[in-house]
């Protein structure tokens, strides 16, 4: 006969989730989400809310035609903001930005998660989107693509519920001598990806010649100086 | 020849376009950006200000061309008065807009308001930060036109984003608490510590000296060295011993200080020596020392080093001479320092002992990349005190780093860049504890 462990499966419930928040922060099967503010009320029968952050990345209008996802995108693509409690941020219509939650999570060895949109807030044509899923052991404040798809610019609050945390077993044990990832450990505002170069994705599937667009100006003999060599990716 | 009326119309256009210009310049980064409390409060001061000033001006002008042939010396001078105060206030502007919440440690900030507010007589204070271009901190004591229940910390605009660089802010809040302890008069302590200056200096100095100006500037350098150490005190009893640590990385002592530097005073610094041995003795009395006096760290064995010189060593040269009466004097005082910032601070113990139970599982959580803001003690859930989360960061960073890169793929501890990177995401784990604790005590307060 299976044991009782065995036979959990499917989505986490609230006795499980509170049972898992009691376990020691650094226990593998530990969860942890923090600041849980008004416990009773964000615990539901099988979803945790989370609430919005302060700190956002807001696309940036760019100098050049286009945007290559490569190595200067961490500093090229988005502006910072911080928008402290009490105060709120206009999404104008049809435009993303990037947020987080305000709860830092921790997930646990055993569990996966997805953040899906609270659906108070989804009724207001605001839609926390496209890369909701989140792995085992992840940490962190979760990064939210937040689409504004009304035709209205709308108010966004840090500090209020946007949206439901729900986690899932999956059969996996902890691997204590497995290293982490570093890419995405632990952050507390949301992130810009970290791309490689495009040439440095592609050698690995054997492609030794890459395409990209070069920044620079035509002195006056008529040569083409590199403005910024950082994007020289010969 | 100009009319004294269009003289007086010409400067007065020049002062209100002054004024204007400083009045758009913080409403165009007021909608840039988002601001402490404080700031954000200066701030309307300086509109409120603005408006007032311009509407001054206007008035003035507005009389004379009704009685020009009264354009008199009175007027210049009104608009001179108005300009210089804005002149001044020109210089505070620049630093303050730049001191925006993305470029300053928010959480630090606030837990240092509400610390520096403990302090009696100052419930009201409000800490506005400037960033300015020095590699200093500083506290910036504005002239008596301003708001003497705000404080102004000037702080290196490269150090702004940096949590740990930043505790040396309470060394400046120090500097505020003094001075205002010096002005208001109002503390006993504070009357023992004046008496006891004067006593080392009649009884050691004042017979030595020949003149009134070199009495003057030998008082001068007692109360300076008294202001230095009262201001470490101050810091260590609401921070503990991550404000030693702070200090002697920003001072740079760790390997680079010659044995002859840290124990020679300067004419507004005691010897490093003398500073770290008072730090120690105190985080001894209020029990933190005990638990970091193992901490397998050159800090504090350099702490242990510093403390362990002799007196005689001590060096103070006026005109390469050396004066050794003059710490003699300065050491009588010392004491009185103590019981001064005992009896303006709150219970450092208590504080001392949260950190002693929560040390080693705060450090657990930032071991596995867990924000330690909620720990699990006998079967409970509960926040430790944000100093504890400060100084378990603070020996956790100081010693277990590599531990916790070891754990993670493609980072190695010699490589600076990987360094740099865990240790800014270790200040942030720090950073969101201490804001988590606020917010979980603010929601607790509100029932």
């Not at chain 1, 986690?167 to 982490?180: A, G, S, T, Y």
């Not at chain 2, 909608?31 to 509109?47: C, G, R």
């Not at chain 2, 510590?193 to 350098?221: I, V």
């Not at chain 2, 985080?283 to 933190?288: A, C, E, H, N, S």
């Amino acid at each position: 006969m299976a044991s009782e462990e065995s036979l959990k499966h499917g989505v986490f419930a609230r006795r499980e989730i509170e049972d898992r928040l009691g376990l020691p922060a650094h226990d593998p099967k530990g969860l942890v989400i923090t600041p849980l503010l008004d416990r009773k009320r964000a615990l539901d029968l099988d979803s945790v809310d989370v609430r919005l952050g302060t700190y956002f990345l807001l696309p940036r209008s760019l100098p050049e035609a286009y945007f290559s996802p490569d190595r200067n995108t961490a500093t090229s693509l988005h502006v910072k903001a911080h928008v402290p409690l009490g105060q709120y941020l206009v999404v104008p219509a049809h435009q993303t930005v990037l947020g987080s939650t305000l709860e830092f999570i921790k997930l646990p060895c055993d569990a996966s998660g997805e953040v899906l949109t609270k659906s108070s807030i989804a009724r207001t044509f605001i839609v926390v989107e496209t890369a909701p899923w989140i792995h085992p052991e992840y940490r962190g404040c979760l990064t939210l693509e937040i689409a504004n798809v009304s035709n209205t610019p709308v108010l966004l609050y840090p500090g209020r519920p946007i949206g439901q945390l729900i986690l899932l077993h999956i059969e996996r044990e902890h691997d204590p001598n497995k290293k982490i990832g570093s890419t995405y450990f632990g952050p507390i505002y949301p992130e810009a990806p970290p791309f490689k170069n495009p040439e440095e994705d592609l050698r690995g599937l054997g492609i030794r010649q890459t395409s990209v667009i070069r920044k620079g100006t035509i002195d006056r003999d008529g040569r083409f100086k590199l403005r910024d060599d950082r994007v020289n990716r010969k | 020849m100009p009319s004294p009326q269009n003289s007086l119309i010409h400067e007065a256009t020049s002062v209100f376009r002054l004024v204007e210009s400083i009045d758009r310049y913080v409403a165009e980064h007021e909608n840039l950006f988002a601001y402490t409390d404080a700031t954000q409060d200066f701030f309307s001061d300086v509109h409120t200000g603005a408006a007032a000033t311009k509407g001054s001006v206007a008035e003035l002008i507005r009389k004379l061309s009704q009685t020009p042939e009264r354009a008199e010396l009175r007027h210049q001078r009104e608009l001179l008065i108005h300009k210089g105060h804005w002149r001044t206030l020109h210089t505070y502007i620049k630093p303050a807009t730049d001191a925006h919440t993305l470029n300053l440690p928010l959480p630090l900030i606030r837990m240092a308001t509400d610390d520096l507010r403990t302090t009696p007589g100052m419930s009201e204070i409000a800490i506005v930060v400037l960033l300015t271009p020095e590699l200093m901190f500083y506290h910036n004591m504005p002239q008596s036109h301003f708001d003497s229940e705000r404080v102004f910390v000037e702080v290196p605009y490269s150090q702004g984003p940096s949590f740990f660089a930043s505790l040396i802010i309470y060394h400046e809040l120090g500097h505020y608490v003094f001075e205002k302890l010096k002005m208001d008069q109002a503390s006993r302590a504070f009357v023992d510590l004046a008496d006891a200056q004067e006593q080392a200096f009649a009884q050691r100095l004042g017979p030595a000296l020949p003149s009134a100006s070199l009495s003057s500037w030998a008082k001068g350098r007692l109360d300076a060295w008294t202001k230095e150490i009262f201001c470490d005190l101050f810091a260590l009893r609401h921070l503990g011993p991550a404000f030693s640590f702070t200090l002697i990385d920003f001072l740079a002592l760790i390997g680079l200080m010659e044995e002859e530097t840290v124990s020679t005073f300067d004419q507004e610094h005691p010897a490093a020596a003398l500073r770290f041995r008072e730090q120690m003795t105190r985080l001894d009395k209020d029990g933190w020392w005990a638990h970091v006096s193992d901490l397998p760290s050159e800090h504090v064995e350099l702490m242990k080093r510093l403390a362990r010189k002799n007196e005689s060593d001590y060096i103070f040269e006026f005109q390469n001479t050396g004066i050794p009466v003059f710490v003699e004097a300065f050491l009588s005082i010392v004491p009185s320092i103590h019981a001064l910032v005992v009896a303006i601070t709150p219970h450092s113990p208590a504080a001392a002992e949260d950190f002693g139970r929560r040390r080693q599982e705060i450090e657990e959580c930032l071991l596995h990349g867990i924000v330690p803001s909620k720990l699990l003690a006998d079967g409970t859930t509960l926040s430790p005190k944000p100093v504890s989360m400060i100084n378990a960061a603070y020996c956790f960073y100081l010693t277990r780093l590599p531990e916790l890169m070891k754990k993670l793929e493609n980072q190695e501890d010699w490589n600076l860049e990987h360094r740099k990177n865990w240790v800014e995401r270790l200040e942030a784990w720090t950073m969101k504890g201490i804001e988590d604790a606020q917010l979980l005590a603010q929601s607790a307060d509100d029932g």
